[in-house]
């Protein structure tokens, strides 16, 4: 069992996912369905240096461009969220799969 204050603090940690994956979801879409948009040539944005992978340098490089000034925690947390391989880079494959809308 679980204190009341432990159940009300994972519940809420719950939502706030929630509420992110939907608010993901709703950019993913948008994004898709832009006239123009192409899953390569958004690859190619971030992977400037042509390496075949995205890492924390090409994200932060895109990002700055773009008026962005993450810091390494960010870069971090998103590049987690796509690498589903777990080497701290993004392949094209990882890249297109976490750029689709569920």
């Known amino acids: 069992m679980l204190s009341?204050?432990?159940?009300?603090?994972?519940?809420?940690?719950?939502?706030a996912e929630i509420n992110l994956h939907m608010r993901i979801e709703?950019?993913?879409?948008?994004l898709v369905f832009s006239p123009g948009f192409s899953i390569r040539r958004c690859?190619?944005?971030?992977?400037?240096?042509?390496?075949?992978?995205?890492?924390?340098?090409?994200?932060?490089r895109f990002l700055?461009?773009?008026?962005?000034?993450?810091?390494?925690?960010?870069?971090?947390?998103?590049i987690r969220r796509i690498d589903s391989s777990g080497d701290n880079?993004?392949?094209?494959e990882e890249f297109c799969?976490?750029?689709?809308p569920l």
């Open 43 to 60: 690859f190619k944005a971030i992977d400037e240096r042509a390496l075949s992978y995205i890492d924390e340098r090409s994200l932060r």
């Open 4 to 15: 009341v204050g432990i159940e009300r603090h994972l519940a809420d940690l719950i939502c």
């Open 26 to 30: 709703q950019q993913k879409i948008g």
């Open 64 to 78: 700055k461009k773009v008026g962005h000034r993450p810091n390494k925690e960010e870069l971090i947390a998103i």
């Open 89 to 92: 880079i993004i392949s094209y």
């Open 97 to 100: 799969e976490g750029m689709q």
